[in-house]
């Protein structure tokens, strides 16, 4: 019946956020994902979970392909295989559809990112006092000492800042936990905005703190969203007269680049970075042929 695909999608997303294996964002594009699958399923006059062979997944790749990236594709065949896993280990179903189901190749790109005087350019703080731009000087030097991921960025509360050791706690994806160093620029910034903040409560300006954990506060005093930095940052790139594409992920990207072109190890970087696999660290080592060369008429005996 329809209800049990219902139930099925239901009880994953259900089970798959308290055990806090996917971030927000995350268990939003997935729970989209799967109400769309079953939107496709009801078109096919597929009501039982038991009816959902290959065949039928793969022409819903094929008709996904046409409109989709390939790594949206792939996003949504994720999803749907772990869901069904999920039924399968429940015996609601006795095979998996999609186990056997092939993502399809995404294409290799490297993401933006900024030159080392690029970032400098964007993270020149204003001279004007606005606890607002004090608020967005600390969420950009934060951004780009630490690499985190926006999603952790928002999710951070001032009890995870360690000012004494300069470190910030940061909960990944799957409940994962890691320190990261700052930096001394970083640290100042968050203390400049948490004084500018308390004086803007303390004034006439109406502002009230109603979070008083969140380490980002939007205009209400509440903790601010992903959306909000995401916007916040487009407009700082637009003033310094940066490329549109420079988004928080390229802030992320430019931490990784900027450390690996100094000579950092790559098993560091992908322990800042809280990946899994080494071989998602590995896409951030594209670095410039000038610094290539340097390094290797420094290193090569017969240069």
Known sequence: MAEQISKIIHDYLEQAALERRYADHSLRGYRHDLLEFQAYLEEQGVRDPEKIEVHLIRAYMSQLLRKNKKSSVGRKVAAIRACFKFAQRKGWIQENP????????????????????????????????????????????????????LSELTGLSWPDIDFSIRMVRVKGKGGRERVVPLGRVAIEALKVYQQAAEEAERGESGFKVTDRQALFLNRMGGRMTDRTIARRLKKRVLAAGLSPTISPHALRHSFATHLLNAGADLRVVQELLGHKSLSTTQKYTHISLGHL???????????
């Open 98 to 149: 999609a186990s056997h189901l092939r993502s399809p190749k995404t294409e290799k790109h490297i993401p933006p990112f900024l030159s080392e005087r690029e970032a400098e350019h964007l993270l020149r703080p204003s001279s004007e006092a606005a606890w607002l731009l004090k608020r967005d000087q600390a969420i950009f030097e934060l951004f780009y000492a630490s690499g985190i991921r």
């Open 293 to 303: 060369m340097e390094v290797y008429k420094k290193a090569f005996p017969r240069p």
